[in-house]
């Protein structure tokens, strides 16, 4: 399969970039999936420029319910007349983010739930037989520290993540889970993965969300290390991340993983 980055934080392509994630997963039989989509017309402008068609896309993927993963929706229903959206049923609830001493909304378009090519999904869902979206993560491992500064619906409340899911693609010898943001945390998310669709995942494709932190220097390092000696105990395994992980915070987790790892940006294609 081929992997194209359309929205991320970063560009060695001269692309314009936003803070958000919109990804081309393009499988070896012909099938495209749109994986999120952005904060809003960026993954398609970006797309036309790569000479990408959105309209040919078969599936699409909302990650979870915060505006730069899924704030593109309706320019994609717009783009794309056959394509089913697969979103979470707690995603267009309510979500804030606090920030400068008030709460912002960073929540999808409420308006777009009753669109009729919206699947909303809850704990499993088998698309077919080689595409599984789950929900949630097992474990409270590592869970990403900026968590504490979003909130869910009851707004004096921090977020529970019930509206994240993550997609494990199998193609061949392949199995590849995508994680948007990993809010559950990518180690917890992996074992609910494991427990869906097997027990071994021969790439990882996500955001970490290790990005502000709030965290010293030194307690940021402590807290990477202790995540790339997990990440490191699955045996094989290629880890892709971008966007909410941070340039400095990927630079930290190449120093303990080597390999292992590597970084996605706006206009790239990988083959996996």
């Known amino acids: 399969m081929k992997i194209t980055v359309l929205v991320e934080n970063t560009s ?6 936003e803070h958000g994630l919109s990804l081309l997963i393009r499988m070896d039989d012909g099938r495209q999936i749109l994986f999120d989509m ?11 420029r790569l000479g990408l068609d959105l309209a040919q896309v078969d599936i699409a993927v909302v990650s979870h319910g915060h505006y730069d993963h899924g704030g593109g929706l309706h320019t994609f229903l717009r783009l794309n007349a056959k394509a089913r959206v697969y979103v979470n049923s707690h995603a267009f609830e309510p979500h804030y983010s606090f920030r400068d001493g008030r709460l912002r909304y960073i929540g999808l378009d409420a308006d777009l739930k009753g669109e009729d090519r919206l699947v909303l999904c809850g704990e499993k869902t088998w698309i077919s ?4 979206l789950f ?13 504490r500064r979003l909130y869910g619906p009851a707004r004096d409340t921090n977020d529970d993540f019930c509206h994240e899911q993550s997609l494990v693609v199998k193609e061949g010898e392949k199995t590849v889970l995508f994680a948007g943001c990993a809010h559950g945390g990518i180690v917890n998310i992996m074992e609910r993965g494991h427990r869906v669709a ?4 021969t790439h990882v494709v996500a ?4 990005m502000e932190s709030g965290l ?4 940021e390092r402590r807290w990477i290390g202790r995540l790339a000696a997990r990440l490191k105990e699955e045996d094989g395994c290629r880890y892709l991340t971008m966007h909410c992980t941070g340039m400095a915070q990927y630079e930290a987790l190449r120093e303990e993983m080597g390999g292992a790892i590597g970084y996605l940006s706006c206009g790239e294609t990988v083959e996996i």
């Open 12 to 17: 060695r392509m001269g692309l314009p970039v």
């Open 207 to 210: 955001g970490m969300h290790l």
């Open 216 to 219: 010293t220097e030194e307690a």
């Open 198 to 201: 097997g027990p071994r995942f």
């Open 135 to 147: 929900a949630g993560a097992d474990g409270c491992c590592l869970k990403p520290v900026g968590n």
């Open 38 to 48: 952005g904060q809003r017309r960026l993954f398609a402008e970006n797309a036309e």
């Open 129 to 132: 037989s080689d595409l599984i």
